[in-house]
């Protein structure tokens, strides 16, 4: 292959102002920037040659010299010349592609697996499982810092309370006489108002995020007249920083929760045909607006302009599209509006939804799984508590979940972590009955019976949902004998939370601490410490004198295993919400319940608690530390 001939469809200078859009046998197609700008410009092959022999022989020689040197050498147009810089910069990416070439390949097939593209962002998505696995949660976490227009879907919503519609409203008016005039208050001199009723369009989430996605692709016109509609050629739109720019701010997001508890084909009607969308983001099919939605988008849009209009009108092969956009005149959803929505697999009296519909969407399964706090990942522990006892939350979770499947051969009835929501971890027995055991009790089992001996008590009664009730004193109250005899016929783990053998477990046993002992040490000349404010003011001291530290390079610097293996705490340096879900007997022990003397800030705005969990069995260790930064700790009686 000649030299001229070896630069791809793809290939960029490794400044990014050089790429090459296309070639034939003749020419190159290339997009070509300078000072902010790109132009597309056709490079002769044969001049390129010209560049790459003269650069081979002048490596040192600027674009102006190979300009003036080559200028009576070809009988190409001499035009061409005049692109001597992007000439230079094609030689250069063909003699020293190491550091001049970037090579991405065939644009149409890097920018799908590379850049923010429909396939790889997922515009529109739905998320589905069974109740309370966490659904809208997981697209809080997602959508956090970003544009959210949230809508809930229900069986009487339609196309009018999700686009928009006239709505009657009220506004203050100058009151007027017969004559039409003005009417005149004689003390303040004013103009009287009254107030009348009047219909006005009223958007609703499907507008509001609609307009705000392109509002959020343009800006205010500058006064400016309009670029010129520009062809483009169609390998240049496989390139789609063209029209993702900064895109990672411009997002806007439409949350639609329930979607499937509404009738969908009824409610998005002709905005169905938005939802095919092309590799860039933007809907394939433009649809024509109706007059009052057309009046409103135009009064909308007014004065803004739209950036890379010219790439967009190229999607659509006409001058003018995004023009009648921001008329409002044509619909089409931009390529930073994301639809994402949940859906419940066990709600009953549902709209279906049809295959079309379906087809348009990108389907995310949340599975069942453990809680776990979002920051440290920690296991969130939620419990149920009956009072004197208290059971492990994922272990209920867990065991109902496999009686649903063997009862029910279902997994739309089974149960998510987050079913239910734990006030500081706990699940109190009137929470457990009236949410848990009623929906298990009246939408899960009562198809099947309640044969199985997981509801039945000691005796062998059944475990009918009247009985999960008491009255005393003419009061009725959650009878927790029953509640637990259900747990424990599920077999679910006791939490053993606020119990002596918790304590045992977090305390040293007297084999470990080898007997009592009273020493206590001076640190740096203090006065005497006893073995937890020793820990406690050496991590302190180490503190304030690196408070850069970001929180992970604290947890690296105190790791957890300076507290030993015998003591079964959550960590040495913990976060609050860690704390939180913990065993109620570590926060008063080893945290204190957040007392300031335990409390730091790390640099990273990370709010965290020391434990004063020190003994015989590790207080060496916390020594030991103390001395390798140089400072003095003497024990004393």
């Known amino acids: ?3 001229y001939d070896k630069l791809m469809v793809g290939d960029q200078s490794t400044d990014g102002r050089i790429i090459i859009a296309d070639k034939d046998r003749l020419c190159y197609l290339v997009k ?7 132009s597309i410009r056709t490079i002769s092959k044969q001049l390129l040659g010209e560049f790459i022999d003269y650069y081979k022989k002048n490596p040192n020689k600027k674009a102006e010299d190979a300009r003036v040197e080559l200028k009576e050498l070809s009988d190409i147009d001499k035009y061409e010349y ?8 094609m030689a250069k990416m063909v003699l020293d592609p190491k550091n001049e070439l970037v090579r991405k390949g065939n644009p149409a097939e890097s920018s799908r697996a590379e850049n923010h593209l429909l396939k790889t962002t997922g515009l529109q998505q739905i998320y ?3 109740p ?21 879907f229900h069986p009487d919503s339609d196309y009018a309370s999700f686009v928009g519609t006239y709505k009657p409203i009220t506004e203050e008016v100058d009151l007027r006489d017969c004559y039409g005039k003005k009417v005149i208050d004689d003390d303040t001199k004013e103009v009287v108002k009254e107030e009348r009723i009047a219909y006005k369009f009223i958007p609703q989430a499907f507008l509001e995020a609609y307009v705000k996605a392109w509002k959020k692709l343009g800006s205010k016109k500058s006064g400016k007249s309009d670029k010129s509609y520009n062809r483009i050629h169609p390998a240049l739109l496989d390139t789609p920083e063209i029209f993702t720019q900064n895109k990672a701010s411009k997002k806007q997001f439409l949350i639609i929760e329930e979607i499937n508890r509404g009738n969908c084909a009824q409610i998005f009607g002709d905005l169905f045909q938005l939802l095919d969308r092309n590799e860039y983001g933007f809907s394939d099919y433009p649809i024509v607006a109706d007059k009052d939605m057309q009046k409103y988008l135009e009064k909308e849009f007014a004065g803004w302009e739209i950036t890379n209009k010219d790439e967009i009108n190229q999607l659509y092969g006409e001058a003018n599209m995004v023009n009648l956009i921001m008329k409002g005149e044509r619909l089409v959803l931009p390529s930073n509006l994301y639809i994402w929505a949940t859906m419940n697999t066990s709600d009953q009296s549902l709209f279906p939804i049809d295959s079309a519909f379906k087809r348009r969407w990108d389907w995310k399964y949340v599975p069942i799984r453990e809680g776990r706090d979002k920051e440290t990942n920690a296991p969130l522990n939620w419990y149920i508590n009956t009072g004197d006892k208290q059971y492990k939350w994922w272990s209920f979770i867990s065991k109902v979940n496999e009686l649903i499947g063997s009862l029910t051969n279902s997994e739309d009835k089974k149960l998510g972590y987050f079913f239910c929501k734990a006030k500081d971890g706990e699940i109190d027995a009137d929470l457990f009955v009236s949410k848990v055991i009623f929906y298990l009790w009246n939408d899960v089992f009562k198809d099947y019976g309640f044969d199985d001996k997981d509801f039945q008590d000691e005796e062998g009664k059944i475990l009918s949902f009247d009985r999960f009730y008491e009255d005393k004193n003419g009061k009725t109250n959650v009878d927790i004998a029953i509640v637990e005899q259900f747990l424990e016929n599920l077999g679910v783990e006791k939490a053993s ?5 918790e304590e045992i477990d977090a305390a040293p046993s007297s084999n470990e601490t080898k007997g009592n002992d009273d020493t206590k040490y001076k640190f740096n000349g203090s006065k005497p410490l006893g073995k937890s404010d020793l820990g406690i003011s050496i991590i302190k001291q180490y503190l304030k004198e690196h408070s850069e530290m970001e929180y992970s390079e604290i947890k690296e610097t105190f790791p957890d295993s300076m507290l030993g293996k015998k003591l079964k705490l959550i960590g040495l340096i913990v976060t609050r919400q860690e704390i939180e879900n913990a065993a109620e007997s570590y926060k008063q022990k080893a945290y204190g319940l957040y007392k300031k003397d335990r409390k730091f800030y790390s640099s990273d705005g990370v709010e965290f608690y020391v434990s004063n969990w020190w003994n015989i069995t590790n207080i060496d260790s916390i020594i030991q530390f103390a001395k390798e930064q140089g400072w003095t700790v003497e024990p004393t009686k």
């Open 1 to 3: 292959m000649e030299d």
């Open 32 to 38: 070509s920037g300078s000072k902010g700008s790109f």
């Open 132 to 152: 309370g696995t966490g659904k809208s949660k997981t697209i809080k976490d997602l959508t956090f810092g970003e544009s959210v227009i949230r809508t809930t």
């Open 82 to 89: 005049g692109y001597n810089a992007t000439l230079t910069a």
């Open 497 to 501: 939370f606020n119990k002596e053998e």
């Open 128 to 130: 589905y499982g069974a």
